[in-house]
Nanobody, 120 residues
Framework: QVQLVESGGGLVQAGDSLRLSCAAS????????IGWFRQAPGREREFVAA?????YYADSVEGRFTISRDNAKNTVYLQMNSLKPEDTAVYYC????????????????WGQGTQVTVSS
């Protein structure tokens, strides 16, 4: 089981930026696909971005969000620019191996989440 801790959430205004971090406690971090998902109140969890050997993005964040990883620090980052009120949600990172990056149900380990609130 991979332990994951998210950080970096907060309250910002539309158009602002935030950088989320996902720190993992696992020796073979580089072998994992790390995904970011989000869930807004009353809505289903949705895929945001993922990184393995390649990067993957939801259409709704393509061009605004950038996912990256630092394997030496066992950390994945989600740089979020041009934030919109509809980006408001709890953001979760997840770790998996051999997963389809956008399929949340395939990830075995999840963090506790970090709240992102974007005011208009």
């Amino acid at each position: 089981q991979v332990q994951l801790v998210e950080s970096g959430g907060g309250l910002v205004q539309a158009g602002d930026s935030l950088r989320l971090s996902c720190a993992a406690s696992v020796r073979t971090f580089s072998s994992y696909v790390i995904g970011w998902f989000r869930q807004a109140p009353g809505r289903e969890r949705e895929f945001v971005a993922a990184i393995g050997r390649s990067t993957y993005y939801a259409d709704s964040v393509e061009g605004r969000f950038t996912i990256s990883r630092d394997n030496a620090k066992n950390t994945v980052y989600l740089q979020m620019n041009s934030l919109k009120p509809e980006d408001t949600a709890v953001y979760y990172c997840a770790a998996g191996q051999g997963v389809v990056p956008s399929r949340g149900r395939e990830y075995r380990s999840w963090g506790q989440g970090t709240q992102v609130t974007v005011s208009s």
